[in-house]
T-cell receptor, first 116, second 116 residues
Framework: AQSVTQLGSHVSVSEGALVLLRCNYSSSVPPYLFWYVQYPNQGLQLLLKYTTGATLVKGINGFEAEFKKSETSFHLTKPSAHMSDAAEYFCAVRGSRVGGYNKLIFGAGTRLAVHP | DSGVTQTPKHLITATGQRVTLRCSPRSGDLSVYWYQQSLDQGLQFLIQYYNGEERAKGNILERFSAQQFPDLHSELNLSSLELGDSALYFC???????????????FGPGTRLTVL
């Protein structure tokens, strides 16, 4: 069954510090993985996605994520946090053939706070 | 701006009532998805339509229904509303969304439903 676990519902970092948001997944099919960001009172914006090929994926706003099959992980990182990065971040995995490949299964989300 | 529009932005209604949420996909996108975001359930997939036909179904209650019209806009109908239906309802669209493909989904800003 498809599932996503995001470790840490709240993460707080200082401006300029490394951002690390953790995501582990379970998938019965080759996983397609996504990170979305949700700013207050807005919809979800795609940060990056992994489908096949290169395991290190670069996204918008300086974020990147690495797919590690052996660890079933897809952690999101950014070398230096900006105040504007404060938002909620969601990791998602695609569905399986049973439920539909286009169904996205989301984690519970991680709220990132950035302090000056 | 993702190009997906949703109306209304906010909706306040009473228990037992019926409401309709509207979504216009990005130009050229054939698939529309509906998701519910609530505090206790998180982000959950409800239903997908592709070019007017239901393609995949998730955790959608029987009191809820959706359709996609020939111009590709979609409506989500919620009836016999209960307090627990209060949530943010997102619409997303993708280019295709047919079997075997997992297209990137672009999310609208959401409709916040409050049931009193």
């Amino acid at each position: 069954a498809q599932s996503v676990t995001q470790l840490g519902s709240h993460v707080s970092v200082s401006e300029g510090a490394l951002v690390l948001l953790r995501c582990n997944y379970s998938s019965s099919v080759p996983p397609y993985l996504f990170w979305y960001v949700q700013y207050p009172n807005q919809g979800l914006q795609l940060l990056l996605k992994y489908t096949t090929g290169a395991t290190l994926v670069k996204g918008i706003n300086g974020f990147e994520a690495e797919f590690k099959k052996s660890e079933t992980s897809f952690h999101l990182t950014k070398p230096s946090a900006h105040m504007s990065d404060a938002a909620e971040y969601f990791c998602a995995v695609r569905g399986s053939r049973v439920g539909g490949y286009n169904k996205l299964i989301f984690g519970a989300g991680t709220r990132l706070a950035v302090h000056p | 701006d993702s190009g997906v529009t949703q109306t209304p932005k906010h909706l306040i209604t009473a228990t037992g009532q019926r409401v309709t949420l509207r979504c216009s996909p990005r130009s050229g996108d054939l698939s529309v998805y509906w998701y519910q975001q609530s505090l206790d359930q998180g982000l959950q997939f409800l239903i997908q339509y592709y070019n007017g036909e239901e393609r995949a179904k998730g955790n959608i209650l029987e009191r809820f229904s959706a359709q996609q019209f020939p111009d590709l806009h979609s409506e989500l109908n919620l009836s016999s509303l209960e307090l627990g239906d209060s949530a943010l309802y997102f619409c997303a669209s993708s280019a295709q969304g047919t079997s075997g493909r997992t297209d990137t989904q672009y999310f609208g800003p959401g409709t916040r439903l409050t049931v009193l």
